[in-house]
């Protein structure tokens, strides 16, 4: 069962593919990647983009990463993936072809959410990598700059990412046009978007240090994101992968390596939120309240009470007349997907 070849990957990912666009998913063209744990460890460090600029921090990341990995205090991710179009995504080297297969179609589930949610669509996601490169270099010639030099730039980097998250969080929030009639704006009043407000009015900001500014906001704008859809991407992701997974033609012995796996990713956290975890539980939720469907062996025993009140509620919405608006459990799951986020 560990044993695979490139061209059965390619097969199961073909497949898998078809499955996902049978099920509902829309999503951008899919790319993937065999990493070793190097690899990983380094894709890790960089957020995936090893393109990003240079800086220190990025050099610590890894050594960190590196040091809890070789002692065993953290494992590896099973994939990682970027929101880019084509969709790229990192696969490890070393796991079976089942696991391989679960998270070919964990990310078919990510591609997805990154493609189709509100909060990714101003992330120019086909230009994502370029841009990401076009920033390295940038960045790279004000260090090579003898006037300038990576002293002065890293200084100014460190500065920038010390406040980079005080910024506009939902991107559907549209701040009003200064300057219009009516409306004034001094040096006094708050704004949320820290660093584009020190850059356009700190006039002892040289050309160079309001472009690096410009940059780190860009990128931070680029992983908002993720920050503020981590349950639910990661929760539609696992959702995904296992009714790809209960449709595809497994063998027992990979139907069991599957079942052991998915609960493992599921697993509660005991002194954290797994995203995984809750995330799965609330896209399950919805669309058993919807559809009235109580799968008993989806739900931990002590919330079968809550599953119970899920399937009252649910007879007593069917009874509505037709013109009420009524909607599936699968529709409400897109449309969600589509418009909320974690915090709503």
Not at 69 to 83: F, R
Not at 137 to 143: A, G, Q
Not at 262 to 283: C, D, E, S, T
Request: net charge negative; with cysteine.
């Amino acid at each position: 069962m560990n044993y695979y070849e490139i061209p059965d990957l390619e097969r199961w990912e073909e497949h898998i593919e078809e499955l996902a666009q049978h099920l509902g998913l829309f999503c951008s063209p899919q790319e993937f990647e065999i990493s070793d744990q190097a690899q990983m460890l380094g894709y890790m460090a960089y957020s995936g983009l090893l393109s990003h600029y240079p800086h220190w921090s990025y050099g610590k990341a890894y050594e960190r990463l590196k040091t809890m990995y070789d002692y065993g205090v953290t494992g590896l991710p099973y994939e990682m993936v970027i929101n880019s179009n084509p969709c790229l995504a990192y696969l490890m080297r070393d796991n079976s072809l089942l696991m391989k297969v679960l998270t070919i179609a964990h990310v078919y589930g990510h591609n997805d959410f990154f493609k189709n949610n509100f909060t990714f669509r101003h992330t120019r996601a086909e230009l994502a990598i370029d841009l990401f490169k076009v920033h390295a270099n940038r960045i790279r010639s004000y260090i090579e700059d003898p006037t300038i030099g990576i002293d002065r730039v890293e200084a100014v980097l460190d500065s920038a990412h010390a406040i980079s998250l005080q910024c506009r969080r939902n991107q559907t929030v549209v701040k009003p046009e200064a300057g219009r009639e009516g409306e004034t704006q001094g040096l006094g009043e708050s704004d949320e978007d820290l660093l584009l407000f020190l850059r356009d009015n700190n006039r002892r900001l040289s050309e160079w240090e309001q472009d690096l500014l410009t940059i780190v906001d860009e990128e931070t704008r680029y992983f908002i994101p993720q920050m503020e859809t981590t349950i639910m991407n990661e929760g539609w992701a696992s959702y995904w992968h296992k009714q790809i997974l209960d449709s595809l033609d497994l063998s027992l012995e990979q139907r069991m390596e599957f079942m052991v796996k998915h609960a493992q990713v599921l697993a509660p956290h005991p002194n954290g939120i797994n995203p995984y975890h809750l995330g799965f539980f609330v896209w399950s939720a919805l669309r058993i309240w919807y559809d009235g469907c109580v799968d008993r062996e989806l739900l931990r025993r002590d919330e079968l009470s809550w599953s119970d009140r899920m399937q009252t509620d649910f007879e007593e919405r069917n009874s509505l007349p037709p013109e009420s608006g009524k909607k599936t459990g699968r529709e409400v799951l897109f449309q969600v997907r589509e418009t909320d986020r974690d915090a709503s």
